[in-house]
């Protein structure tokens, strides 16, 4: 049973401190992205990789949020000094790009709850 | 900027009713309507839509899209507890707009 896997399930830390939200997507996706969701803002793309390569990061907060994928079976989110309005379920998704542009449906991990003190 | 708008946001009823649910969008770069159900915790994929007109079902949910009109909606028939959730709306090429959902509350 295939699925997309998020480490930690729940992250609690203080303001200031470094957060890294790992994912590993389902095995022969080459599509990652990274979502935030918030009650008030909802589910907003935070950035997208293809084949590895980081595509569109324009979601995020560019001073202190970072996303890189070290390999094919790893992609990062790190947080650097995380603050309090980044509280947030922060989730990963998986998905198979097979030409061009065009993608198929995203599977979605479990989600890192994360809450900043 | 992109728009993507479901309604209602909520809505209650018992076991056995029908529900419709919708999505309106306004987005820059169509290629694919999604929806997604959302219990406890990640969102789970429904239906994906391309093509308008098509019907999709998956035993008692059917979806179908309008590209003329901007619209798509969610249909649910005999309704059952389980069926609560949250029900997502996306819209985009890779990059996907959601919708802030309407939550779908199944009463015994």
């Known amino acids: 049973d295939a699925r997309v896997t998020q480490t930690p399930r729940d992250k609690v830390t203080e303001m200031g401190q470094e957060v890294t939200m790992r994912c590993q997507p389902i095995?022969?996706?080459?599509?990652v992205f990274w979502y935030r969701q918030t009650m008030m803002q909802g589910l907003e793309l935070l950035a997208y990789?293809?084949?590895?390569?980081?595509?569109?990061d324009s979601g995020m907060p560019k001073d202190r949020f970072s996303a890189e994928m070290p390999d094919a079976t790893l992609a990062t989110l790190k947080i650097q000094p995380s603050e309090p309005r980044d509280s947030a379920v922060y989730f990963c998704?998986?998905?198979?790009?097979?030409?061009?542009?065009?993608?198929?449906?995203?599977?979605f991990g479990p989600g890192t709850r994360l809450t900043v003190l | 900027e992109d728009k993507v708008v479901q309604s209602p946001l909520s809505l209650v009823v018992h076991e056995g009713d029908t529900v419709t649910l919708n999505c309106s969008y306004e987005?820059?770069?169509?290629?694919?309507l999604l929806w997604y159900k959302q219990e406890k915790k990640a969102p789970t994929f429904l239906f994906m839509l391309?093509?308008?007109?098509i019907e999709k079902k998956s035993g008692r949910l059917s979806s179908i899209l309008d590209k003329k009109e901007l619209f798509s909606i969610l249909n649910i028939t005999a309704t059952q507890t389980g069926d609560s959730a949250i029900y997502l709306c996306?819209?985009?090429?890779?990059?996907?707009?959601f919708g802030a959902g309407t939550t779908v509350t199944v009463r015994a």
């Open positions: 998704a998986s998905g198979l790009s097979t030409s061009g542009d065009s993608y198929n449906e995203q599977f």
């Open positions: 095995l022969g996706h080459n599509t």
């Open positions: 990789f293809r084949n590895r390569a980081p595509l569109d």
């Open positions: 987005v820059t770069n169509f290629r694919s």
């Open positions: 391309t093509s308008s007109g």
């Open positions: 996306a819209v985009g090429d890779y990059k996907l707009s």
